[in-house]
């Protein structure tokens, strides 16, 4: 009997990347998983292959939410035990990027989860239990240099899980902010010399980051911290805010250099 034996389960963006590895990791685990994307051959072939159930569809509108955690209710036969909101955009830029590209960063990182929790939460709390599995990025406790929509929406996702710690912790509801920094995913490839020189020399595979949820939901952490260093740079953002902010300005020079 694995640890989540029966558990049912909902991953957002589990067609690929890090979302794929978690749905794998714990349908091995014997969980029973709703697989979620926007792209229906990925989601398919992840629910294929993991004995679950392809849930293609948009996870971040109000409307799409709710209708995916109905039909994942439906197909697992009865609530969802954990919720893992991990669909995410790697959205670029500064106060330039177009406005479309900052409501669509707005909407996938932050309002997604905020939307689930909405949907979620009456049952939970009548049940007195529920888990909520945040992935959020070492971009939201530091940041990402180049890229404003990113740093900030997963700073607003920290804060979301972070408040729905704080206030339903003594009811049973669990939550855990997962914050890697480089993953080798499609997501990173996508990020340019920018990823490549920040990320991609500490990056670690999916299964990593799988191995760290579980880690964490087995020990009840909040932060859940694939890259240990994290820890450390987090304290001394915290410690000497301006240091911090020479120390990733060298960076930001260093690429402008290039
Ligand atoms: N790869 C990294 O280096 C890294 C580091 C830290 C955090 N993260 C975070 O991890 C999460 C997963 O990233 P990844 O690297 O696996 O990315 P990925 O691009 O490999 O996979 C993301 C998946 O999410 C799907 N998706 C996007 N928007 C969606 C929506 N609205 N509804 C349903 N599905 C949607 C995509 O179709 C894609 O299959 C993201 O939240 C990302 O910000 C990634």
């Known amino acids: 009997m694995g640890a989540h034996q029966g558990v049912r389960i909902f991953v957002s963006g589990a067609g690929?990347?890090?979302?794929?590895?978690?749905?794998?990791?714990?349908?091995?685990?014997?969980?029973?998983?709703?697989?979620?994307?926007?792209?229906?051959?990925?989601?398919?072939?992840?629910?294929?292959?993991?004995?679950?159930?392809?849930?293609?569809?948009?996870?971040?509108?109000?409307?799409?939410?709710?209708?995916?955690?109905?039909?994942?209710?439906?197909?697992?036969g009865g609530g969802i035990d954990i919720y893992c909101a991990n669909a995410g955009v790697p959205t670029g830029g500064g106060p330039d990027a177009p406005e479309a590209d900052w409501a669509l960063a707005w909407d996938v990182n932050v309002m997604a989860h905020v939307r689930a929790a909405r949907v979620l939460l009456p049952g939970w709390l009548e049940r007195g239990e529920g888990r909520f599995v945040a992935t959020v990025s070492a971009a939201g406790l530091l940041t990402m240099v180049g890229a404003a929509p990113y740093s900030v929406t997963k700073h607003g996702a920290l804060a979301f899980a972070e408040w729905l710690s704080l206030t339903y912790r003594h009811r049973g509801i669990h939550v855990h902010a997962v914050c890697p920094q480089g993953v080798r995913t499609d997501m990173l490839a996508g990020t340019g010399e920018t990823g490549q020189l920040v990320l991609a020399p500490t990056a670690i595979e999916p299964e990593q980051v799988a191995d760290a949820v579980l880690d964490g939901i087995a020990d009840e952490r909040f932060l859940i911290l694939p890259h240990a260093e994290v820890a450390a740079y987090y304290g001394a953002r915290a410690a000497d805010p301006d240091r911090w902010l020479d120390g990733m300005n060298k960076l930001q020079r260093k690429l402008e250099g290039r």
């Open 16 to 76: 690929r990347g890090i979302g794929a590895a978690l749905a794998r990791r714990f349908a091995a685990e014997g969980a029973r998983v709703a697989v979620n994307d926007l792209d229906s051959d990925a989601a398919k072939s992840v629910a294929d292959e993991t004995g679950g159930v392809a849930l293609p569809g948009d996870a971040a509108g109000e409307d799409g939410v709710a209708g995916l955690i109905a039909q994942a209710e439906a197909a697992l």
